[in-house]
């Protein structure tokens, strides 16, 4: 058998409860303050770009978040981690043939568009069910309808955006 690698439980956060990220370290065994605000939406959002970042680096992220409840600490589960997903197989082009550069742009900015509406309703760090999800529905729909999604998204997640969380 061989040895598990462990990590130690995030430390609480020192000071008055607020919303904090901590990322663990493993290069030096420890927990460091990733992001922290009175507001638990630019956490969440700092989290996902930090967990981006660190997966582009080839790195696998552990993020612990805390906040506030009723003026004490309290630990709450990050956003699902979500390693990088291939492309699924929904495509209906002969095998073998490569999507044409007009194709590739139309289906980029499709995905783009309805990211960046997720991004803005709070949702950042996707599970591979969602990723799945989104490709799906960037190759199923045309730009008309997914910027419309997207417009949903964003008006959905502006409503509580800001909002002091306990």
Known sequence: ???VQTRPESPQPPGTPRWVAMFYEPASASWRVGAES????????????????????DADPVVTLWGPKGGEW????????????PRPGGDTRA?????SKR???LT???QQVLMAGLGKAGLYDLAPDDLT???????????TTVRRIAHWLTAAGGAGAGAPEA
């Open 1 to 3: 058998m061989s040895p």
């Open 38 to 57: 009175p507001y638990r939406f630019p956490v969440a959002y700092a989290v996902g770009e930090m967990t981006q970042t660190l997966r582009a680096r």
């Open 74 to 85: 309290e630990r709450h589960d990050p956003p699902a981690a979500a390693s990088p997903q």
């Open 95 to 99: 095998p073998g043939a490569e999507p």
């Open 103 to 105: 194709e590739e742009r």
């Open 108 to 110: 980029d900015r499709r």
């Open 133 to 143: 999800a989104v490709q799906t529905v960037v190759d199923g729909l045309d730009e």
